[in-house]
């Protein structure tokens, strides 16, 4: 049984770090095919797609509101997903979700439908 384990996240004043972290168990993520992904929501607005990560391929995808300021990882050898958040923002205040899926696809689920697992969430308020 696949499952994600979020942690990280919390409380920062603008211009501060964070990171997140998914650790996924019940399947290895250093396969070909697998694909991650951290979407955020804010209350009263819709997800929003931050980043991805192709493992087989090496390939990264951002949203345009955290291109240059997040980072997304792979620790290979604890099979976690790693959200590193520099340059916070007020708007980026937002419940964060790490999602993984092992089917092939040729796009990047930016919607977040082509994601079959899901982590629990975890806040991420950042203060001006």
């Known amino acids: 049984q696949v499952q994600l384990v979020q942690s990280g996240g919390g409380s920062v004043q603008a211009g501060g770090s964070l990171r997140l972290s998914c650790v996924v168990s019940g399947r290895s993520f250093t396969v070909y095919r697998a694909r991650a992904a951290w979407f955020r929501q804010a209350p009263g607005k819709e997800r929003e797609f931050v980043a991805a990560?192709?493992?087989?391929?090496?390939?990264?995808r951002y949203g345009d509101s955290v291109k240059g300021r997040f980072t997304i990882s792979s620790d290979n050898a604890k099979n976690t997903v790693l959200l590193e958040m520099n340059g916070l923002k007020p708007e980026d205040t937002a419940e964060y979700f790490c999602a993984a899926d092992w089917r092939y696809t040729s796009g990047w689920d930016e919607n977040g439908d082509g994601y079959e697992y899901w982590g629990q969430g975890t806040q991420v308020t950042v203060s001006a």
């Open positions: 990560l192709r493992w087989g391929e090496g390939s990264t």
